[in-house]
């Protein structure tokens, strides 16, 4: 049993008379075997929470607390978030040129398990992995993210969230970009990391999934849907409330028109 | 980028498309320092090395030679010695006119593994001087590897016959206080490879300078330098490739990293297409990655066209430092910091140690670089 525990979170970017504050007191707590969706407009801050809570450098932490069962995450340099159960899945994956994905993978989990997997059992689960996300082996020996496509980018966050196994995962906007299959595909292998994690005993993990659109909630319920608004949550509510924000957008918190068909270039009706 | 845009390039840079070269040390002028080829070069720590001096020291190395590889000392007034070198600078001229012997390789064949000269200088003042001759359609690989504590003055000839494929690998791993200068001459005949590949880990200070002459049609160079400057060290690679025959072949790739305050490298990439170079292609690239504040990279490419009919002419050079998203994505998968910068840098360096060709080297290679940032390799667990 994990969980997260935002609190009052305050966060600014920029330095100096550049620094702009981007959250503006975010309360939120995500247990284990729940699973959270944020909902919000363009720029309203979702990213700068996630990225903040993985401890991106751009992001200036102050004021408010983040704890995963009580320790101090904020304290945590990023690394360390990461062995003590944290995992976001990023919007933008970053490209490392010549390391190859296989070498990447296997370091990231012997970091987090804290002991090399055994080679034998590695390959077969790295080769399952892979196909379950129905990702072509070749990608093994590809430079990380190098000249992936955004699906091909968002498939190998989740394959690391497969095998990383996280006890809270935060999903950027995953489903942006993915093609129907690959969303089908991808939102499996994350209901299939969340129950098998379950059926190893150690409870299913937490979930917070940033979203602009419903079809992903469609393969996997949220408990709970939250609305994101000019750097804090705004309104709380059930599964329902994402098919609400859809049909009507934001502009009852404030939102001009425009910020609601503009979401991701598509209006949300078409999706 | 087109033509005219290489042309201008001319302007930006001070070294002539025309080299003086001579065998007599007195052609040249001592450096001072402000001298285009010394302009980079710490000239204070070369000085013994601009007068004539009396050898306190020599190579004390071995040869491990396959089948198909001769190897002799020789005199300096042997035939094969002085068939291509042209000294460019006074150093280079001392040391021809200077050393009292030289080390001939003759490759034939196919030898089935690397030659490997292991250069053990003992301390002390050298004048050294090194042929690599691959015969015509030979295939072969020498790997030179220096250590030890000397301050040296060297001449290495590299003549790649009709066809031959030819690589040649100088492994600097030399003391904290080793000083070594070094001039490759290599000719190229028609159809003829080389990979030319300076490989500097340690020393205070190393500067090498190959040439490259295209004596036949078809002839390709693939040059390639891969460096780890640390605290104390200067590494210098001063390139030039003289494109003087048709449809022939360059490319060069070097990649340094520097940590440590007073780290530098220089790189000089100077090209040359000469009217009656037809079909060329040239292509050259410099890297450096900065870990550390302090460290510096020079890097200046060149690219002297004198003709219009060529295939392409490119170079590009790039000096930065770690890419703090890089660190923070490998970060964010729970990679601690040093391991996250390890793979970084294995990453920078990996395209250019892959084509060195030579696996064992390769490791070698990456595990020092490695060790060097505070990495030792874990066991492989194989149950
Ligand atoms: N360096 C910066 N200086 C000023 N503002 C910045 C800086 N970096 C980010 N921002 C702003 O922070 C705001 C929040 O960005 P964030 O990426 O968190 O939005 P988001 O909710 O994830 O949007 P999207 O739905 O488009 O992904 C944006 O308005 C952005 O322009
Ligand atoms: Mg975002």
């Known amino acids: 049993m994990s969980t ?85 899945a990023m919007q933008y994956p970053v490209e490392v040129p010549g390391v190859s994905v296989s070498n990447f993978l296997r370091t990231a989990v012997t970091a987090v398990r804290g002991e090399a997997p055994k080679v034998r059992h590695w390959v077969k689960e790295v080769n399952e992995a892979m196909a379950v996300l129905e990702m072509d082996r070749a990608f093994a020996e590809r430079s990380v993210n190098e000249g992936f496509s955004g699906g091909e980018k968002k498939r190998h966050e989740i394959l690391q969230l497969e095998l990383l196994k996280p006890r809270i995962a935060i999903l950027d906007e995953t489903d942006s970009g993915l093609d129907v299959d690959a969303l089908r595909v991808v ?54 409330l994402a098919d609400r924000l859809e049909a009507e957008g934001y502009a009852r918190f404030g939102a001009a028109e425009s910020a609601h068909s503009g979401v991701d270039g598509a209006p949300a009706h078409a999706v | ?47 013994e090395l601009f007068e004539p001096f009396a050898p306190t020291s020599v190579m004390d190395g071995s040869v491990d030679a396959p089948d198909g590889v001769t190897w002799a000392i020789v005199a300096p007034d042997d035939a094969r010695v002085g068939q291509v070198l042209q000294p460019g ?148 690679s001063r390139l030039y490739l003289d494109h003087a025959v048709p449809h022939c072949t360059s490319d060069v790739l070097y990649k340094n990293v520097l940590s440590g305050e007073s780290a530098r490298t220089v790189w000089i990439g100077d090209v040359r297409i000469r009217p009656a170079a037809a079909g060329t292609s040239t292509y050259e690239m410099n890297r450096n990655l900065l870990l550390t504040d302090g460290a510096r990279a020079d890097s200046v490419p060149n690219l002297e066209i004198e003709t219009g009919d060529i295939i392409g002419a490119g170079h590009a050079s790039a000096t930065g430092r770690f890419d703090d998203l890089q660190l923070f994505y490998l970060q964010s998968r729970g990679i601690p910091f040093e391991e996250a910068q390890r793979l970084v840098v294995r990453g920078f360096l990996a395209d250019v140690v892959d084509r060195i060709g030579v696996p064992d080297l390769q490791e070698r290679v990456m595990t020092a670089i490695e060790a060097r940032l505070g990495f030792t390799p874990e066991v492989e667990n194989e149950d």
């Open chain 2, 89 to 236: 600078d006074r150093v280079s001229a001392l040391a021809f006119s200077h050393a009292r012997q030289a080390l001939v390789l003759e490759l034939t064949g196919t030898p089935e593994r690397p030659v490997l000269v292991h250069g053990r200088i003992t301390p002390g003042l050298a004048y050294e001087h090194m042929v690599i001759e691959a015969k015509p359609h030979a295939r072969a690989t020498v790997v030179v590897d220096y250590a030890g504590s000397a301050t040296v003055a060297e001449n290495v000839e590299i003549v790649v016959g009709a066809g031959a494929h030819l690589t040649v690998v100088s492994l600097q791993q030399w003391d904290a206080d080793a000083v070594h200068l070094s001039s490759h001459a290599i000719r190229l005949g028609a159809d003829a490879t080389v990979k030319h590949v300076v490989v500097n880990l340690t020393g205070r200070l190393v500067r090498i300078a190959p040439t490259v002459e295209f004596a036949g049609r078809g002839a390709r160079a693939e040059m390639l330098g891969v460096g780890f400057a640390g605290d104390g060290h200067h590494f210098e």
């Open chain 1, 187 to 240: 939102s499996e292998g994350v209901n299939r990391y969340m129950s098998t994690a379950a059926l190893d005993g150690e409870g299913a993990p937490g979930m917070l999934l940033i979203t602009h659109y419903t079809r992903i909630l469609r393969y996997i319920r949220p408990d709970f849907v939250h609305v994101f608004f000019d750097g804090r949550i705004v309104e709380s509510g059930g599964s329902d």
């Open chain 1, 4 to 88: 997260l525990e935002i609190r009052d979170l305050h966060v600014t970017v920029g330095e100096g008379e550049e620094t702009t504050e981007i959250l503006k007191g975010v309360d939120l707590t995500v247990s284990s075997g729940q699973t959270h969706a944020i909902m919000g407009p363009n720029g309203s801050g979702k990213s700068t929470l996630a990225y903040s809570i993985a401890g991106h450098p751009k992001y200036t932490v102050v004021g408010g607390s983040v704890t995963l069962d009580g320790a101090d995450v904020l304290a945590m340099t990023v690394d360390q978030r990461a062995r003590a159960g944290l995992f976001l």
């Open chain 2, 1 to 47: 980028m087109t033509l005219s845009q290489l042309v201008n390039e001319r302007a930006t840079t001070g070294t002539p498309p025309n080299r003086f070269r001579s065998r007599n040390p007195d052609d040249f002028a001592v450096p001072r320092g402000r001298e285009e080829e010394w302009r980079f070069t710490p000239v204070r720590q070369v000085r």
